[in-house]
Structure formats: C-alpha cells, structure tokens
C-alpha cells in the first residue's frame, strides 16, 4: 500500500517525498499477480547480464577470499593494486596515457554509488544538475536528495539522442554544478561521437560545470571496429571531466560491486572526499578478482557483443515484422528502444497491455523520465528464443504497430 501524506511517520525525512513514486508499481504488482497465476511471464524488463561471471575471475575470487589479508578493511580509495590495474586498463582500452592511480582515479562500489556521490561532492542545496532524460534514474533522485534542481536535457531521436547543449537556458547553465551523460545510452542505445564530446567538454568549461561520463557500456559495443569511446579522447577533457567504470555490465558482475572513476583530481577528491565519509570500500578479495578481470583473459568480450547483438537483431526483425520502422538498428549496450504504437495514451498503458494480454514486461519509456514518453525498451539479457516468443505473443494478441 502506498501511503500517504498523512499516514507518513512524523520521522521520515522531507526529502523523501521529493523522490517520484515508483512508476513501475503497478506492473510489478500485475507481474507478481500473473505469476502467482502460473502465467510464464516473459520478462524483458530487466538491464542485467544473464551469463555467469567468466570463470578465471570466479577463481581468483577463491583464492582471494582463502586468504586472511583479504579480510580487514579495504583502504577507501581502493587498493594499490586494483587502482593501477583499472588505470592501466583503462589507458590500453583507449591508447592514452597513464593516469595518476593515487589522484586520478579512485574505487568505487560499482557505479551506481559513485553517481550519488558525485552529486553529494558537486550540487549544493539550489544548485542545478543537469541531467539526459530519458537517463538511468539515479540522476535524478540523487539530485533531488541533495536538494538540487534536476534540469533535463532532452534524448531526441532526430539529434540521435545525444544532449543539445544550445537548448540550455544561460541562466540554468550559469547556476549548474553538474552534468551527467551516459554513452553508449541506456536506454536509447545511443553512442556518442568525438564532435560531440568535444562541444560537452567546451561548455562544462565554459560554465565551469563538472562534467561527468557514466561509461557502464563501454565494452557493450556490437562492432569491433568501432568501439565506444572515452571522454578522455577529447584533448583538455581531464581539465574539467571525470569519467565513470563499472564491471557490472561488461564483466557480468553486477552483483559484485565494483568499479572505478578516473579524470579530473578536483573531480575524484571531491568524490573520494565523500566516500571516506560514507562507505568503507569494497571487500579486498573482490578487488583482486577485479585485478584478474582487468588485467587477464578479454575473450569473454567478443562472445558476449556476439550474443547481445544477435539478440538485439531477434528483437528488431520481429519488431519489424509486426510493423514497426527499425531506422537506426541497437549498436550496443543491453537494449532497443522502440516507439510505443500510436493508438496508446502513453508508454504506461502499452506496458500494462503487454503484460496483460501477452505476459511480456516491457519497462515504460517514461520510467527513465518525461522524454522517455512515447517509448519502450527491450532488455536483451535473456535468451532469443524468449525474444521469439515474445515477438510471437505480440502477433498473437493484436499488439502490433498499426
Ligand atoms: C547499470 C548501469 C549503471 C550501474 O551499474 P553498477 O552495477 O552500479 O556498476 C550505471 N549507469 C547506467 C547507465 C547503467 O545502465
């Protein structure tokens, strides 16, 4: 039951109410429902590799974890060990140059408390942050929790969902601390180009906006030959840019916990800063896993762009044979992104139908903030033969896009 203004104990902080409510709510509570039921319900809702851990990484977490030096408190900022290896890793991935392990980078408890706390170092009660929309939902409530005004930089397909900088009022850029961007996109699937890179890194300095590049799909590109890129590839990007890592997705270790963020040092103290504060790092044995998974065996890279583009091409061409327009194919990432059919109200009431007369959990566009209306996404993290049928229970029950 939600509750309500009145029923909310007198000591749950206001800031809490800033938070929207969970959109997701209702489908989730028709998707326990229909399982309740016996209903095999095809969820593709969820941005979460289906594959195991590659398994020398799961060994050297054995042997890690057998060891009693393992055990105490991590140092905050994460070892020596694992910080030299995410920045040698990170500078042979892109072919730049050393970063600093000590003040350029620093560990992080995967990525999703790193961008909190980059917003906690930056905005200030009143300040800006600003924000892509559709966008992972942490940017926005971690503005709103540190008392911020999220301002949303709309995803437009005919910009290729990248951020149009001249849109920004002057008076919003002048009060901003912060802005967040995320290629490739979840979850328009979108990669960035060096040009545009270039424009983000000239107005975070022209404004003195710290300028903050979640990368969680930096090795979920589809094409060999034309990997996502790094921010750092911009000449002067580390003046006023740091940049964000994880394992999660291109490692299946999302339930690990652990990544990294390199640039800018004003950038990585402030985030260290807090951290310090806060949390007490992450479990050493992890961290020499992370070592091993860094520094060894990359062929897990290539089978897994295999799998998700084969998957991202299931979806498509089904999609396509139910009448949708697949005008710029998924290049990456764990997704499709797709227009809802035009005869729904909104992406809610598409999902709920989905659910309802196909059993198919597809998350709505507006989940991921109001520039995602008029959308849904596809989670390519189960097998194609579940995406087949999904695509076969959509023909089945009208839900086509004419
Ligand atoms: C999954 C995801 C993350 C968070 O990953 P962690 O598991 O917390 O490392 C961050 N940003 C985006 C855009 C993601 O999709």
Redesign the pocket.
Known sequence: MPMTTQQKPKFIAKRLEQIPPYLFAEIDKKRLAAIEKGVDIINLGI??PDQPTPKHIVEAMHKAIDDPATHNYPPYAGTPEFRKAAVEWFSKRFNLPAFNANTECVG????????HNIFLATVDAGDYALIPSP??P?YKTSTLLCGGTPYSMPLKEENGFLIDLDSIPEEVAQKAKLLIL?YP???TGAFATKEFFEKVIAFGKKYNILICH?N??SENGFDPNNKPLSIFEIDGAKDIAIE?F????GYN??GW???FAVGNPDGIKGLSNVKTNIDSGVFKAIQRAAVVALSGDQSHLDFLRNLYQERARVAEAGLKSLGWEIKNPSKG??YVWAKIPARYKSSLDFASEMLDKAGIVVPPGIGYGEYGEGYFRIALSVDKSRIELAIQRMKEHGLTYN
């Open positions: 941005g979460d992080t408890i995967g990525m999703k408390e790193a961008i966008g992972y942490v995320n996109n979840n979850p979640d969680a799909y964000m994880s394992l999660s997705k270790m999302t916990r652990i990544g990432t764990l």
